[in-house]
């Protein structure tokens, strides 16, 4: 046996809590149990058949090769039209890089930003991730707590008195996972202006920027003037369409930043998969009507879930983009790990528990409204059912 020390690196980081519960469903499914799924934040449709076909076709041609460290760049500039027309940003394509979903994206941004000590500041609850890339880049995550009496928003005050010398950078997740809520462009332009007075960066991870419903629209951060030079953007493929597997996503950001981010990107993984690419780049060209097809489903199945939690008297925050619902759970006594456990056995229905999501996710639970309409009304029926046993 070796008795050499492993890296201390991995201190602090945890593995997340919304696999184990996939682990569960795994083992149920063994067993012959069918559990409603309302855990897993992936769509249940399949991919555009265009990109099925495109990536088939560069392979067959023999695509499959390492590609350049950056990714194609007939990909980096499809995506960059993408985002100007969709966002009115304006990103050069040598200041992208195609990454393994965002994912890959958000680990090299703070692996390229981050010294040991410092500090970034996380709205929370948050995607649990985000503190194990801080930990992984030797840096301290500082919760930014959201408040439920206050729908959940990420408030410039709250971001302030947060802030030390030790401060480099806010991620911003908007749509936000888990509560499923949209940040204003109030507060996110004071805290934009904060951030260039105070000097720290803006990490946005917009995975859910084109889940959107009630008339509500994305602020693109990067557009604010001046703001282009500190916020780092990072996007991906895997809910816009349906495309989780095929890893794809991407980092952009300013100059100065991409010079770092692209040697850990090259240590890390090398490149993004050749042939994959040719299947994005179909899908980010017009016309855009899976994503158009896939807004109205989803706007269809939040209606259908919340409407199923107004009748059992579950209170929410009404989730505004993304497709998670956050409702309070507290006034059954108890946890939301128990809770979801109750769940679990006696109503055959997976959720995520809100403490998977840092301390202030405590007191709910996440359910997903991407799976279809018959899965979405048999977990309402079924949670109903077991509900009214307590
Ligand atoms: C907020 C957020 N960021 C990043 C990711 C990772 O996405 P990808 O599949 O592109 O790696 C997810 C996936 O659930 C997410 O919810």
């Known amino acids: 046996m070796p008795t050499q020390p492993l ?9 997340s809590s919304i696999r184990q519960v996939a682990a569960k469903m ?59 027309k969709d966002f009115r940003l304006n990103v050069d394509p ?34 649990v991730y985000y503190e194990g890339w801080a930990a992984l880049g030797g840096a301290k995550t500082v919760p930014v707590p959201l ?23 806010l991620i911003i997740n908007s749509p936000h996972n888990p509560t499923g809520q949209v940040f204003n462009e109030q507060d996110l332009s004071e ?12 990490i946005c991870d917009d995975v859910y920027s084109y889940l959107l419903y009630d008339g509500v629209r994305h602020f693109p951060i ?21 495309m989780d597997g095929w890893r794809v996503g991407y980092l952009a950001g300013p100059p100065d930043f991409m010079e770092h981010a692209v040697k850990i990107h090259q240590y890390a993984v090398g490149s993004a ?56 759970i507290s006034r059954f006594g108890y946890g939301s790990e128990r809770f979801s456990e109750f ?4 109503a055959q229905v997976a959720v995520v528990p809100g403490i998977a999501f840092g301390p202030g996710g405590e007191g709910h639970v996440r359910m997903a409204y991407c799976t279809s309409r018959p899965e979405i009304e048999q977990g309402l029926e079924r949670i109903a059912k077991a509900l009214s046993l307590l």
């Open 191 to 202: 805290i934009a202006q904060m951030a260039q007075e105070e000097d720290f960066y803006l």
């Open 94 to 127: 040598e200041q992208i890089i195609i990454t393994l979903g965002a994912t890959e994206a958000m680990y090299v941004a703070l692996q390229s930003l981050l010294n040991p000590g410092d500090e970034v500041l996380v709205p929370q609850p948050m995607y």
């Open 7 to 15: 890296s201390f690196r991995t201190q602090g980081v945890k593995l």
């Open 147 to 169: 408040d439920p009496m206050d729908d959940f928003l990420l408030r410039a005050g709250q971001v302030r008195s947060r802030l030390s010398s030790r401060t480099k950078a």
């Open 26 to 84: 795994q083992s149920a499914a063994e067993q012959g149990i069918k559990i409603t799924n309302f855990a897993a934040g992936r769509l249940d449709l399949d991919s555009p058949s265009r990109a099925k076909k495109a990536t088939q076709k560069a392979m067959e041609q023999g695509w499959v090769h390492y590609a350049s460290t950056m990714g194609r760049s007939d990909l980096r500039l499809t995506l960059a039209r993408r985002l100007g």
């Open 273 to 328: 998969n050749t042939f994959v690419q040719f299947g994005a780049r179909e899908v980010l060209e017009d016309p855009q009507d899976f994503v158009q097809d896939l807004q109205s489903r989803l706007a269809r199945r939040r209606e259908l879930m919340l409407s199923g939690l107004d009748q059992m008297g579950l209170p929410y925050v009404r989730p505004r983009g993304g497709f998670y619902v956050f409702p309070a």
């Open 222 to 242: 990067a557009t604010i003037p001046g703001l282009e030079s500190r916020t780092i953007m990072v996007g991906s493929l895997s809910k816009t369409y349906a």
């Open 343 to 346: 769940l679990f056995a006696k």
